[in-house]
């Protein structure tokens, strides 16, 4: 079946530090790839997205490019700051009828001034 | 667009009594899903319907959950005899049936419950 595997957390990084949340992927057809983000009290907002091998999404300084080879969407982001402290959810949809999204188990990025 | 609404946002409840959570998807959108969260099992699909009808409910953990989709605009998830274990964050979420949408869900802000 489809899953999802993110690494564990939480990370926690001093401000303006280099991020890297890896999320991999298994998938029965050829999936859409998406990191959601969580905050505090929140629900689950859509950060960015890939619909295809190489692409790269990306919004609000964070990136992250679709790799079938790795069947990889690691998500980065150049410079941190303490407002992008939250939980990160990478998924996958795939394209075979059933419409709901894969969820991995959540990264939680503490950021420190 | 008001976005995906829930309600309400907290509950609190004995074991044993019915809860029903409510959510209001946003307009246009064909897809509804329900989903709990927990700090043990993470992000759980419970159920989902398309253009009211439950498509997937394998989710769903035991007869005591139930949910409910009887117009475009409404959907309830009931839980009845509540259980301590029951208590978790739960969320609700909508998407249009486009392929251009890639199944990009909205989420709600989630209904916080806690079964006494």
């Known amino acids: 079946g489809d899953s999802v595997t993110q690494m564990e957390g939480p990370v926690t990084l001093s401000e303006e530090a280099f991020l890297t949340i890896n999320c991999t992927y298994t998938?029965?057809?050829?999936?859409?790839l998406f990191w959601y983000v969580q905050y505090p009290g929140e629900g689950l907002q859509l950060l960015l997205k890939?619909?295809?091998?190489?692409d790269k999404g990306s919004n609000k300084g964070f990136e992250a490019t679709y790799r079938k080879e790795t069947t990889s969407f690691h998500l980065e982001k150049g410079s941190v700051q303490v407002s992008d402290s939250a939980v990160y959810f990478c998924?996958?949809?795939?394209?075979?009828?059933?419409?709901?999204?894969?969820f991995g188990s959540g990264t939680r990025l503490q950021v420190q001034p | 667009d008001a976005g995906v609404i829930q309600s309400p946002r907290h509950e609190v409840t004995e074991m044993g009594q019915e809860v029903t959570l409510r959510c209001k998807p946003i307009?246009?959108?064909?897809?509804l899903f329900w989903y709990r969260q927990t700090m043990m099992r993470g992000l759980e699909l419970l159920i989902y319907?398309?253009?009211?009808?439950?498509?997937?409910d394998s989710g769903m953990p035991e007869d005591r959950f139930s949910a409910k989709m009887p117009n475009a605009s409404f959907s309830t998830l009931k839980i009845q005899p509540s259980e301590p274990r029951d208590s978790a964050v739960y969320f609700c979420?909508?998407?249009?049936?486009?392929?251009?949408?890639?199944?990009?869900?909205?989420f709600g802000p989630g209904t916080r419950l806690t079964v006494l």
């Open positions: 319907f398309n253009n009211n009808v439950p498509i997937d």
């Open positions: 890939a619909t295809k091998a190489d």
């Open positions: 307009s246009g959108h064909d897809y």
């Open positions: 979420a909508s998407s249009l049936n486009r392929a251009s949408s890639y199944n990009e869900q909205f």
């Open positions: 998924a996958l949809s795939v394209d075979t009828g059933r419409r709901a999204l894969t």
């Open positions: 998938a029965t057809g050829y999936p859409s």
